[in-house]
């Protein structure tokens, strides 16, 4: 699941405060609708859906959670929700990818979640 992009000013490193942890690598791209498909079926046959989650138009409820991750990216492409938030594992890292629908697309923020210290 290449997607490309790049790394966000946002997610670099130490923010000050000495020992902080640093931030993950943030990497944003504007996909088309094509490659949203791409990337909702490379979710659904190479990694494992971990979470879903949608969030609603700006003044609306958000409807009924989907049966699947197809009918969250039906509910995105008509317009019906405002983003969706996927947390899926792929090859052994767990990522988390947010998808908002824009003028020229759909941006695409993504991170791979850093492993907590035990």
Do not use: K
């Amino acid at each position: 699941m290449n997607i490309g992009g790049r790394p966000s000013a946002e997610s670099a490193g130490d923010r000050g405060g000495g020992d902080a942890v640093p931030l993950p690598t943030l990497y944003e791209a504007t996909i088309d609708a094509e490659v949203l498909e791409a990337l909702f079926v490379d979710v659904e046959t190479c990694g494992v859906l971990e979470d879903l989650r949608m969030r609603p138009l700006p003044g609306e409820t958000l409807p009924l959670p989907p049966e699947n991750l197809r009918g969250a990216r039906e509910r995105l492409v008509r317009g019906e929700i405002s983003s969706i938030q996927l947390r899926y594992s792929h090859e052994g890292s767990s990522w988390l990818d947010t998808i908002t629908p824009t003028p020229v697309g759909y941006r695409l923020v993504r991170m791979r979640e850093p492993r907590l210290p035990e």
